[in-house]
Structures are given as structure tokens and as C-alpha cells.
């Protein structure tokens, strides 16, 4: 079973409730805890050893990237990220320095980022680590930008460059907290979600919520060195550009403009983020599915984006 089919499993006898503005199936939770002129976002992840990252990978790397997952999806929402509480499970045999390093990581993303750490919960777990972060950030009420708003004609909008994490960038990658807060002040973005399990299986997770198709321009997809580098070496069996669809753990923005707003995206975001690549890589349509157009031909798009249950190879 994959990852997606077993979350809607899980997911399907699930009842909500008053507050519930949106429950399962988005980055965040969005709900309505009564404080006038705002929404609450309320977001969990959790990452473990031996899947999200190596024996040897440094503590506080490690720490890091716990929390920096959670601030891409509340970034994703158009929201500002708030307070943390976390959960650390140990191994039988650990090292307190380590556990002690790897909190130390973390809280340095949290003050860089204004998030107060303020409780959590430590329990033993087996043979691997695993580090458990629950974020609550909030949004003004009405103005969460969901995956379900995309429309067709929207274009299709990704920032920073794409593939190859696993080189490193999967740890040092800075959640687009800022920039998305930006997108939502300055423009009517219609639908958001973060890249972390690859742009060809993100994207459809917003083709899904929304009733639409999408193209893709392969020539304009921003793929990173790191992905072109470990295809050169021989280190990846992917394309550079199946890397840039298909790897995980990229945690950039995908999004969705009207197109008469295209370039003015273009134009303010250079000039707001010099620094952070931005890229028309499509457009939305209403036939179903997601082609991609190279140089030639147009094409369906069956690969998708990683998958957690997956098998390794």
C-alpha cells in the first residue's frame, strides 16, 4: 500500500467538528479556536533514523531539519509558525550529549524563526531515534492558502531549485517562511503547497484537492546542481530532470496565480528575494491529469513523487 491510499484509510471515519475550518488532507489543520480575526494552524511531523537521516549525520542537522519541516508546511499555508512542542523517542542505548545536541539544532531554527519550544514528551524507541515536532503557527481567518484553490489557467509557480537533497541540502534548506508570507500579503495566490515529496507527486496533490489538470515545460523546470552532479557521477540512476520531479525532501513552494498576475510575480519576487530562484514551470487545465511538454512532444506524466512506504532499492 502506499503512503497516500493508507492516510486516506486512516482518514476515511474520521468526523469533525465546530472549528474545523480544514482537517486532513492539507499541510495544516486550520481551525477556528474562537480568537477574533484569526485561524489556528496546527501541524505534527516526525522524522527517524535510518529514513530521514543517517547514524553519522550531525545532532544538531538532525534537530534542525525536525523543525524546519513543520515551518515549510505552516509557510505553505500562508501563515506565521508560533509555538513547538516535541517529542523525543531514544534508542535503548544513547548518547545524552547527542540527545542534548540535537535539541540544541533545533532550537536554534525556533529563535531564528520566533518559535517558543514549549514542552514535549521523551520515550525510549527501540533500536532508532526519532524526533516528533507539533507545531501550531496561525493565519488570518479566511486567508489560509489551501491546495484545493487552484483554477484552471492559474500559472504554476516553484521557488528555489529542485532535486538532488540528499546531497545535503535535505538538512540546511531554509523553510520559505518569509517569502510565502510575502506571496499571500502581496498577491491573491489561489492554491500553495510545500515541495517535500517532489514536485511531480505535490503537484498533484493540488490537482486532486482542486478538480484540475496541469502542464509542465521541462525546459523550465529549475533543477539543482546537486541533481545534475550525483546523474554526471553516476551516484543517481535519475535523469537530472526526474530528479527535479521525483526527489523528495526539496521543501520549496509550489503555487498557483492567475495568469494576468504572472509577471508581476516574477518582477516582485526579484526584487524581494534576490537571492531565491523563482520559476514559471506551467500552467493548470481542465483536462485531467499531468503532461509534460519538452522540446518535441507532449507527454503523460506517470512518475511520481517519493514515497515513505515505498520499498528502497
Same mark, same amino acid.
Given at each position: ?73 505552516? &509557510? ?114 489561489? &492554491? ?7 514536485? &511531480? ?56 496565480? &492567475? ?55
Amino acid at each position: 500500500m502506499k503512503e497516500f491510499e493508507l492516510i486516506s484509510k486512516l482518514t476515511a471515519e474520521l468526523e469533525s467538528g465546530p472549528g474545523v475550518i480544514t482537517g486532513p488532507g492539507d499541510d495544516c489543520a486550520v481551525l477556528d479556536v474562537g480568537v477574533p480575526g484569526r485561524h489556528l494552524l496546527f501541524k505534527t511531523d516526525a522524522i527517524v533514523s535510518g529514513c530521514h537521516f543517517d547514524a553519522d549525520a550531525a545532532p544538531e542537522a538532525v534537530g534542525r531539519k525536525a523543525l524546519a519541516r513543520c515551518l515549510s508546511d505552516v &509557510a505553505a499555508m500562508g501563515g506565521t509558525p508560533r509555538h513547538a512542542v516535541v517529542t523525543l523517542g531514544v534508542p535503548d542505548e544513547f548518547d545524552v550529549d547527542y540527545a542534548a545536541s540535537v535539541y540544541r539544532g533545533l532550537n536554534a531554527l525556533a529563535k531564528q524563526f520566533g518559535v517558543t519550544v514549549v514542552g514535549g514528551e521523551t520515550t525510549r524507541n527501540g533500536d532508532r531515534l526519532l524526533l516528533n515536532v507539533a507545531l501550531i503557527g496561525d493565519v488570518a481567518a479566511g486567508r489560509a492558502i489551501l491546495r484545493s484553490g487552484a483554477r484552471v489557467g492559474d500559472a504554476v509557480f516553484v521557488s528555489g531549485e529542485l532535486g538532488g537533497s540528499i546531497a545535503g541540502r535535505h538538512f540546511d534548506f531554509v523553510p520559505r517562511v518569509k517569502e510565502a508570507a510575502w506571496l499571500a500579503d502581496a498577491f491573491d495566490v489561489h &492554491a500553495m503547497i510545500d515541495l517535500s515529496d517532489g514536485l &511531480a507527486g505535490d503537484l498533484r496533490h493540488v490537482l486532486t484537492a482542486s478538480g484540475t489538470g496541469a502542464e509542465l515545460r521541462g525546459t523550465a523546470i529549475p533543477i539543482s546542481r546537486a541533481a545534475k552532479d550525483r546523474a554526471r557521477d553516476g551516484v543517481s540512476k535519475k535523469t537530472p530532470l526526474l530528479a527535479a520531479l521525483t526527489d523528495g525532501e526539496d521543501f520549496e513552494l509550489l503555487f498557483t496565480v &492567475a495568469p494576468k498576475n504572472a509577471v508581476a510575480v516574477l518582477d516582485g519576487w526579484k526584487g524581494a528575494f534576490p537571492d531565491v530562484r523563482i520559476s514559471c514551470v506551467g500552467k493548470i487545465t481542465s483536462e485531467p491529469g499531468l503532461r509534460l511538454r519538452d522540446e518535441r512532444r507532449m507527454m503523460e506524466l506517470t512518475v511520481g513523487g517519493f514515497d515513505h512506504l515505498a520499498e528502497k532499492d
